[in-house]
């Protein structure tokens, strides 16, 4: 299985550290976010990634490379301006699923999470075209995203077992998912997504481990102070 670590936001709430440097770049305990993710994926097997980037993107080159001082091979999907999660997906699907049918890992590039990446399935279903890794409800998004009843996602809760929970950024996905979106169009994922869910096609688990959406100063200098105080750095 391929991944793709998406990198290419614009990163307006962690201004103004993000003036000059690009999201990923933003340092957990010493080590870049982006960083964090390629040896988490590199530990479960994963090593072929693909990252794609937009504003500040040669930064992220010049950091990275090639990926071989991390173990792993890295691709660069370019955008001259960020096509949104699933168009810039959909730009990167000859890098991340050659044949058009083997389905990829894909993880936000601003997130921090210990999740252990091997526990996602290497296949998904034929009648499934994603599967979502899901945690519990943060305080800036209360309401959660999508409705977990078993292993399946669905659209609203049909029994007291069901919980609303958040969406991680985390997924496993169909190139099929993609088919009515050309490359370099721009797209959300969340529409992509819902479809999905109505007709029956996204399978989900609960992830209960240390997850934080690194979407502001104050909640990376909080994950920065956890990570340090944990590893004991």
């Known amino acids: 299985m391929r991944a793709m670590i998406l990198a290419a936001g614009l990163g307006t709430r962690m201004r103004p550290l993000t003036l000059e440097t690009p999201k990923p770049l933003l340092k957990i305990a010493g080590r870049s976010m982006i960083e964090h993710h390629i040896?988490?994926?590199?530990?479960?097997g994963i090593t072929e990634l693909?990252?794609?980037?937009?504003?500040?993107?040669e930064q992220i080159e010049?950091?990275?490379?090639?990926?071989?001082?991390?173990g792993v091979s890295i691709s660069y999907s370019a955008e001259p301006e960020p096509l949104e999660t699933a168009g810039g997906i959909a730009k990167a699907l000859p890098l991340l699923s050659p044949d058009q049918e083997t389905p990829f890992?894909?993880?936000?590039?601003?997130?921090?999470?210990?999740?252990?990446?091997?526990?996602l399935p290497a296949q998904l279903s034929e009648n499934t075209v994603a599967h979502l890794l899901l945690v519990d409800n943060p305080e800036h998004n209360p309401d959660?995203?999508?409705v977990?009843?078993?292993q399946e996602i669905v659209t609203k809760k049909m029994d007291t077992s069901a919980s609303q929970l958040t969406f991680s950024g985390i997924s496993v996905l169909s190139p099929r998912l993609?088919?009515?979106i050309q490359a370099g169009e721009k797209a959300p994922l969340a529409p992509l997504l819902r479809q999905a869910i109505a007709d029956g096609q996204v399978t989900g688990e609960r992830y209960c481990g240390y997850w934080v959406d690194v979407g502001t100063p104050q909640r990376l200098a909080e994950v920065d102070k956890a990570v340090r105080t944990q590893h004991g750095i």
């Open 62 to 70: 010049n950091h990275l490379g090639d990926g071989d001082r991390l």
């Open 105 to 119: 890992l894909v993880v936000n590039g601003d997130i921090y999470c210990e999740y252990s990446f091997e526990q």
């Open 144 to 146: 959660g995203d999508f």
């Open 39 to 44: 040896l988490r994926l590199r530990a479960a």
């Open 148 to 150: 977990l009843q078993g």
């Open 50 to 57: 693909v990252i794609n980037h937009a504003w500040l993107g």
């Open 178 to 180: 993609f088919a009515g």
